[in-house]
């Protein structure tokens, strides 16, 4: 066996997920505390992209690390959005009148947005309208839900207001699969809300599965493919299953065994594969790794990959981040649920959100890998003048022994260097949850290591 095929098969291909670059354990309170007006005053506004983060689930899954908690006691609904419509006010005002400020997008996540209710549901419609000045009706709005949530009365909310996209969390069609993912639901529930949601008519619906379910097969993962094919979604994401520490599924795994399992990580290889192939053969595009788009879907002018943000976003929420071309900034991070509990609290009694309170700074060299990152890990590649035109060198000036590592694993298409790209092989996109994180810097390795899990 050559010494390549062996240094790629030595290679853990489901490392860590690359959804943001730097990841928000990398954050760090900012003792100089900017002022949004400070961060904002030079930034281009004529297109950024907004989100608003809603951190309430009705259970959590145990796979799940987002920022979220089980159910809203009292009025903790109308508190948050309460302490939203504030920060709304106030990240407005950072903004400034002095050039048009303009949303070329939006999305509404969390969490799960649709656990407001619809009259919430309204209110934080006005509040990305009449607040910030994003006009639904005329920009792609993305907005997550759950098949408990995605009632008749929240999608025709919904609908009204312009969304032009819903993503459902199903992740398995076979009940036993979702309660060993610690998600309990009825497939006759899930159905009935994707039925709900096409009624509907939001031009796109997209449905989420995961793939490396504990007792899941081939069989049964393609028997999800096909039910959710039976509602010719325009898109599809397929994620693969990891245990984080703190979940649900963590706890039943303290000792991290699955982590370190090389035969879960061949199924989920396979899976994935077979899931590709699945959808490849059905009229579905590869767009990343996870996403796959109908070919005759219609396109919504937004962000192909919606994991995927780039400089010029407004976050709105205590789980939210906001992207400048200098400084990536939120509030605090955690999983416990206890500690969550705690930054929503706090989040609610906040008064003044003028000030950036934790983040960090993106330098030159950060700014290049999180370019090539976010361009890279999509199927279309990265157009090298494109690089070129925006920091004056070429990745391989700036990536020399990372691009020669990925080109040796034969993780890149050689053939797309014709065409002036800088594209992955199907291999590279299967190894996209390797490749990403040896794209980070040394710098954000150590920060990311440093922090305290909570």
Request: overall charge negative; some cysteine.
């Amino acid at each position: 066996m050559s010494r390549t095929m062996t240094d790629a098969r030595d290679v853990r291909p489901y490392q860590s997920y690359v959804y943001a670059y730097p990841h928000k354990t990398a954050y760090r309170p900012l003792a100089d505390r900017p002022a949004l007006r400070e961060l904002w005053a030079a930034e281009p506004k004529e297109a950024l992209s907004l989100y608003l983060h809603i951190p309430f689930c009705e259970v959590r899954c145990g796979f799940c690390n987002l920022f979220t908690r089980v159910g809203a006691p009292g009025e903790l609904t109308t508190r948050y959005l309460d302490a939203l419509d504030r920060q709304a006010t106030a990240v407005r005002d950072a903004l400034g009148d002095a050039e048009p400020v303009r949303f070329a997008a939006a999305a509404f996540g969390g969490g799960t947005p649709t656990y407001l209710t619809a009259p919430e549901l309204e209110r934080l419609c006005d509040i990305a309208e009449k607040r910030m000045g994003a006009d639904l009706g005329s920009v792609p709005l993305s907005v997550e839900t759950s098949p408990s949530t995605a009632t008749a009365d929240r999608l025709a909310v919904l609908a009204d207001r312009g969304t032009t996209r819903i993503s459902i969390g199903v992740q398995s069609f076979v009940e036993a699969e979702a309660r060993a993912a610690v998600r309990p639901q009825r497939r006759t529930d899930v159905e009935a809300a994707l039925d709900r949601i096409r009624e509907a008519r939001i031009p796109v619906l997209n449905i989420d599965l995961i793939y490396g379910i504990d007792g899941q097969t081939e069989r049964s993962w393609l028997t999800s493919l096909d039910a959710a094919l039976e509602w010719l979604p325009e898109e599809l994401y397929l994620y693969p299953l990891y245990v984080r520490p703190l979940t649900g599924l963590g706890r039943l795994d303290p000792a991290g065994e699955a982590a370190a399992d090389a035969a879960w990580d061949e199924q989920r290889l396979r899976l994935y594969r077979a899931g590709r192939d699945h959808l490849l053969a059905r009229g579905y595009e590869q767009v990343s790794m996870r996403m796959f788009r109908r070919a005759d879907a219609p396109r919504t002018d937004g962000p192909d990959d919606y994991a995927c943000q780039t400089d010029g976003m407004i976050g709105l929420g205590c789980g939210a981040r906001s992207y400048t071309s200098k400084l990536h900034y939120s509030f605090d991070y955690a999983v416990e649920m206890r500690q969550v509990r705690a930054i929503i609290d706090s989040y609610t009694a906040t008064e003044d959100f003028s000030h950036a309170e934790v983040g960090r700074y993106v330098d030159g060299d950060e700014a290049r890998r999180r370019h090539l990152l976010q361009s890279v890990l999509q199927a279309e590649g990265l157009q090298r003048d494109e690089y070129r035109e925006r920091f004056g060198t070429s990745p391989g000036d700036d990536f020399p022994v990372e691009l020669a590592r990925f080109e040796a694993r034969g993780w890149l298409d050689s053939a797309a260097g014709a065409a002036g790209l800088l594209r992955l092989s199907p291999e590279g996109l299967a190894h996209s949850d390797a490749l990403g994180p040896e794209l980070f810097s040394p710098a954000v390795r150590a920060a990311m290591a440093a922090y305290e899990r909570k």
